[in-house]
């Protein structure tokens, strides 16, 4: 009784205590963006993405603080991208977590989710284009949809919603990507913009709103040969803070800081194999939140030139 007692003010303590920017619900950010594909070009990738989290921070200083050991997450996603026209290509994107859990700090136990994330569905639209300057800007526009599992429960104990496989709400995340080349040179650029802006959630158990995020990322990309790309990026991000029932929840949110290399290795038969590895350097949290220490990511991708289908009957019989 007393050990479950113990359980039950952990979980209220932590949800005061935001687990949030280092695992946050729904699916994990996954790309920054790319280049469009060509018409009838379909991209099939998957990808495997690992993330862990044990530092505390409280404003912009790391502090030793004992509500968890550690958090982290597996995810397993799919996504497809098709080139509709030469100016609008159509993406999706699914994914499953293997394991998304956290261990507690002062007592031996961990709690843990798996399942379905979000099914995230969206566009992107190559809207201008200057040959002499070699810079392009491609608006988009993806909205979310939470699918899978939400207000999971362990034993009696509903999980945090850091923890949840799904993030439970709808979701609009419009963005821009602009990418510059450079004459004669192996060197390219590129910037994308983004925001999140999610529906507060009402369940039997829930009543919550994530606050919106928004992100910047500024890749330099070397092409080292016809078959290897290197890549250097710095992502910035900052969430404003939730509200649960209708209150601020002062400790959540913040603004956070990584530096992500990267590179990708073209195979035969148009597969392409791509890792990256995202190292925080700047982090600044409202109150007390535990922060991400690193997230891994590896991916395989093949491109299909699909052929416009012909008519059954000739042109000439008709």
Same mark, same amino acid.
């Given at each position: ?31 920054? &963006?790319? !280049?469009? $594909?060509?018409?009838? #070009? +379909? ?9 862990? /989290? ?113 993030? &439970?709400? !709808?979701? $609009?995340?419009?963005? #821009? +990507? ?9 060197? /390219? ?36 040969s016809e078959k290897l790309n290197l890549g250097i990026a710095l992502h910035f991000q900052h969430r404003n803070k939730a509200e649960n029932k209708n209150e601020i929840m002062q400790y959540t949110g913040g603004s956070y800081l990584d530096l992500q290399p990267s590179f990708s290795y073209t195979l035969k ?7 990256f590895i995202g190292i925080p350097i700047y982090k600044n949290v409202n109150g007390i939140q535990l922060t991400n220490k690193y997230s891994l990511g590896f991916g395989i991708s093949k491109s299909f030139h699909l052929k416009t289908l012909k008519p059954q009957i000739a042109p000439d019989i008709l």
């Amino acid at each position: 009784m007393k050990k479950l007692l113990l359980t039950a003010f952990i979980s209220i303590s932590i949800s005061n205590l935001s687990l949030a920017q280092c695992c946050s619900a729904g699916n994990p950010s996954t790309n920054n &963006g790319a !280049f469009g $594909l060509s018409k009838n #070009v +379909l991209n099939v990738s998957s990808s495997i993405l690992h993330s862990y /989290s044990d530092t505390y921070f409280k404003g912009n200083q790391s502090i030793d603080w004992n509500y968890l050991k550690n958090m982290r997450f597996n995810f397993a996603m799919l996504s497809l991208e098709y080139g509709l026209t030469s100016k609008i290509k159509l993406t999706s994107e699914m994914g499953y977590f293997i394991d998304k859990s956290l261990r507690y700090g002062f007592i031996d136990q961990k709690r843990k989710a798996f399942g379905l994330g979000d099914l995230v569905l969206g566009f992107q639209y190559h809207l201008y284009n200057n040959r002499s300057r070699m810079i392009t800007i491609s608006p988009g526009m993806k909205v979310s949809f939470p699918i899978g599992a939400f207000d999971q429960m362990n034993g009696n104990i509903i999980l945090p919603v850091d923890i949840q496989p799904s993030s &439970g709400s !709808f979701k $609009l995340n419009p963005t #821009v +990507l602009i990418t510059k080349q450079f004459p004669s040179s192996k060197l /390219s650029a590129s910037s994308f913009l983004s925001g999140e802006f999610s529906q507060r959630i009402n369940t039997e158990r829930t009543h919550y709103k994530y606050g919106n995020l928004y992100r910047a990322n500024l890749k330099l990309i070397y092409q080292s040969s016809e078959k290897l790309n290197l890549g250097i990026a710095l992502h910035f991000q900052h969430r404003n803070k939730a509200e649960n029932k209708n209150e601020i929840m002062q400790y959540t949110g913040g603004s956070y800081l990584d530096l992500q290399p990267s590179f990708s290795y073209t195979l035969k038969q148009n597969y392409t194999l791509n890792t990256f590895i995202g190292i925080p350097i700047y982090k600044n949290v409202n109150g007390i939140q535990l922060t991400n220490k690193y997230s891994l990511g590896f991916g395989i991708s093949k491109s299909f030139h699909l052929k416009t289908l012909k008519p059954q009957i000739a042109p000439d019989i008709l």
